[in-house]
């Protein structure tokens, strides 16, 4: 399937479940997501390659995603924040790249889709999957011995999923974040069919 079919049959389905849920409750008032996408990443690494280009990609194509710089303001709770949008996305893609595990925010992102068994989608940037480990670096990344185990275990789930090799030497940065975009659409499509099915199996109970 091409990926503007792709785009448009996501677009529907979402406009079609919006109308359905009005249609059942005109009342009824529910949040919007914040984001369907959380684009997880090392700042310092990816933010003004990779994690900016497919941001920008997928708001072209109307998928609401959460990239900190763009979605933060100042007053916001780090912590808080980062949290609700995860908890309330549908999909991850988590940038890796050579420094990613020095940061705190990336492993604690990653450890929470792995821990609400989200989908996540691996970009493996300038880096193999086999190098991504914890290490406990005192003053670079002062950890507790329950969080070493938590992050690494996060690493090993997403080091054992299948997703995108890049090498900023010589591939294109148009085509992983035209293919990033097209995974994404395609797990957001299987997402929205799930749910529409276990609705329309799930008893109403009056």
Same mark, same amino acid.
């Given at each position: 399937?091409?990926?503007?079919?792709?785009?448009?049959?996501?677009?529907?389905?979402?406009?079609?479940?919006?109308?359905?849920?009005?249609?059942?409750?005109?009342?009824?008032?529910?949040?919007?997501?914040?984001?369907?996408?959380?684009?997880?990443? @090392?700042? #310092?690494?990816?933010? $003004?390659?990779?994690?900016? =280009?497919?941001?920008?990609?997928? &708001?072209?194509?109307?998928?609401? !995603?959460?990239?900190?710089?763009?979605?933060?303001?100042?007053?916001?709770?780090?912590?808080?924040?980062?949290?609700?949008?995860?908890?309330?996305?549908?999909?991850?893609?988590?940038?890796?790249?050579?420094?990613?595990?020095?940061?705190?925010?990336?492993?604690?992102?990653?450890?929470?889709?792995?821990?609400?068994?989200?989908?996540?989608?691996?970009?493996?940037?300038?880096?193999?999957?086999?190098?991504?480990?914890?290490?406990?670096?005192?003053?670079?990344?002062?950890? @507790?011995? #329950?969080?070493?185990? $938590?992050?690494?275990?996060? =690493?090993?789930?997403?080091?054992? &999923?299948?997703?995108?090799?890049? !090498?900023?030497?010589?591939?294109?940065?148009?085509?992983?974040?035209?293919?990033?975009?097209?995974?994404?659409?395609?797990?957001?499509?299987?997402?929205?069919?799930?749910?529409?099915?276990?609705?329309?199996?799930?008893?109403?109970?009056?």
């Amino acid at each position: 399937m091409q990926r503007s079919s792709l785009v448009r049959n996501l677009v529907q389905r979402q406009l079609v479940h919006q109308r359905h849920r009005i249609s059942k409750n005109q009342m009824m008032i529910r949040p919007q997501l914040t984001c369907d996408v959380f684009i997880n990443h @090392r700042g #310092n690494d990816t933010k $003004r390659t990779i994690a900016s =280009l497919l941001y920008d990609h997928l &708001t072209r194509l109307r998928i609401r !995603s959460f990239l900190d710089n763009k979605n933060m303001k100042p007053g916001d709770k780090l912590f808080e924040k980062i949290d609700s949008a995860i908890d309330e996305c549908k999909v991850g893609v988590a940038v890796f790249s050579p420094r990613y595990c020095d940061s705190y925010f990336c492993l604690h992102e990653l450890a929470l889709f792995v821990e609400s068994k989200k989908k996540v989608i691996p970009i493996f940037c300038d880096v193999k999957p086999s190098e991504l480990r914890v290490v406990n670096k005192g003053n670079v990344l002062p950890l @507790r011995p #329950n969080e070493i185990e $938590r992050f690494n275990l996060a =690493l090993e789930e997403a080091k054992h &999923t299948v997703g995108l090799d890049f !090498s900023s030497n010589k591939g294109n940065w148009s085509d992983v974040v035209t293919k990033a975009a097209d995974v994404v659409i395609e797990s957001l499509i299987e997402i929205e069919e799930a749910e529409l099915t276990r609705k329309q199996t799930t008893p109403i109970v009056f």
